[in-house]
């Protein structure tokens, strides 16, 4: 595949991830709830790559060693999905997805923790380039309002969306983290497959056990939650048919074009708007974890 084709399909694939999170909280704002939506983008994602597996003819099958470790990882994803919708719901989705961005970070961290290795010089510039960039595009001080809100009058705004969407993060690194070091020789289809059927089943399980399923209230609920499946489902599966065929492209690096497209779709579609100052400290997050990406595969 030419470079340019590359890297102007993964492009398309960020903005279609990016999509699915414009999409989840226009269903969000039409009667659906955090739970409808996961369960409809896992089990969505789930039927899609085992159509892709289908057509690749790679087995159904899961070594018994791998069964629990798999489940244990789709738990870690479960956590990940709910608490990431549960942000966009609460706060501007660009601000959301930025603040899970920093899940690369995490996963150096959680790494070093487990006695992988120390980070590299270039890691330990990154992060606090990373964490500056995301006060500002936080606007933790209240800075870019018509008055200061002070932090704690910031905090009170969009606190609980912060820390939903780091959780995630934390989850998301984590479940990277296990994949890498338990699943390492599977298949990365059949392992998305069993994670996302995993987080399918206990997405069932809890809303039919607590009767937490909201379901849209009309037409255009019932329609974002079709589009976020697809966007989302589409999005996965495609990458998985692209990787083998992406050659020089980086597409860790590219995948950092998804914020940007979600700062203008939640601008264009949603009419989420942020400040100057606020899009300058996205753009340096965006910058320093496509700079940690930078020369891997």
């Known amino acids: 595949m ?9 492009l398309l ?3 279609a991830f990016a999509s699915n999170h414009v999409a989840a909280r226009v269903a969000f704002d039409h009667g659906a709830n955090v739970l409808t939506a996961v369960l409809f983008r896992s089990a969505g994602t789930a039927l899609a790559v085992l159509a892709l597996m289908r057509m690749s003819g790679v087995p159904l099958a899961i070594a018994p060693g791998s069964r629990l470790r798999a489940i244990g990882i789709g738990l870690a994803l479960a956590v990940q999905s709910v608490c990431l919708y549960s942000a966009v ?4 989705a660009a601000l959301a997805l930025l603040v899970f961005n920093v899940f690369p970070l995490l996963l150096v961290l959680i790494s070093w923790l487990s006695g992988a290795g120390r980070p590299s010089r270039k890691v330990l510039a990154v992060m606090p ?7 500002l595009a936080l606007d933790v001080g209240g800075w870019s309002g018509a008055r200061t809100q002070g932090f704690s009058g910031r905090w009170a705004e969009i606190g609980a969306g912060v820390a ?3 959780v995630a993060a934390v ?3 984590l479940a990277l983290f296990l994949s890498n070091r338990w699943l390492g020789n599977m298949d990365g289809r059949m392992r998305s497959f069993a994670t996302m059927t995993t987080v399918t089943v206990l997405a069932l399980g809890v809303g039919l056990g607590s009767g937490g399923f909201a379901w849209p209230q009309d037409m255009t609920g019932w329609v974002a939650i079709a589009m976020l499946t697809a966007f989302y489902g589409v999005a996965f599966t495609s990458l998985f048919a692209l990787l083998p065929r992406l050659g020089t ?3 860790a690096a590219l995948m950092n074009f998804e914020p940007i497209a979600l700062l203008f779709l939640a601008w264009a579609i949603l009419g989420q708007s942020v400040a100057p100052l606020q899009i300058f400290g996205a753009l340096i997050v965006i910058g320093a974890v496509a700079a940690l990406a930078a020369g891997k595969r």
Do not use: D, Y
């Open 2 to 10: 030419p470079q340019w084709l590359g890297v102007v399909l993964m």
């Open 13 to 15: 694939i960020a903005s």
């Open 89 to 92: 719901a609460r706060i501007p």
């Open 129 to 135: 380039i990373a964490l500056v960039g995301l006060t």
């Open 164 to 166: 939903f969407a780091l």
């Open 171 to 173: 989850a998301f690194a």
């Open 249 to 251: 492209v980086n597409n």
